[in-house]
């Protein structure tokens, strides 16, 4: 069974930067089109950010000019480098990616990384 799997999420102070990771377990052929999303306690989920195959990116106008995603095809990797970090950037957040294997194109979701920033 496929997984998707977050990592890189942990305690930073306000102002600084941290980045997460995005890849996935089990047995598939290849990551398409990836997702990150963030979701504060009591709020929905937001998407914050898309990056394609070809490396075209999308940003939220919240996170926008704070933040770079990026991927590594061959590693099968999606990074979100977040910066300038505030008290009010504390959620989980989530990787969700189009990924190919036996049972075809699914697109599936990670359990999420908590990010906690401190003031």
């Known amino acids: 069974q496929v997984q998707v799997v977050e990592s890189g999420g942990g305690l930073v102070q306000s102002g600084g930067s941290l980045t997460l990771s995005c890849g996935a377990s089990?047995?598939?052929?290849?990551?398409?089109?990836m997702h990150w999303h963030r979701q504060a306690p009591g709020r929905e989920r937001e998407l914050v950010t898309t990056?394609?195959?070809?490396?075209?990116?999308e940003y939220s106008d919240s996170v926008e000019g704070r933040s770079t995603v990026s991927r590594d095809n061959a590693k099968k990797m999606s990074y979100l480098q977040r910066n300038s970090l505030e008290p009010e950037d504390t959620p989980v957040y989530f990787c969700n990616a189009d990924i190919s294997g036996p049972g075809g194109l699914r697109n599936t979701w990670g359990r999420g990384t908590q990010v906690t920033v401190s003031s």
């Open positions: 089990g047995t598939f052929n290849n990551i398409y089109i």
């Open positions: 990056i394609t195959y070809a490396g075209t990116t």
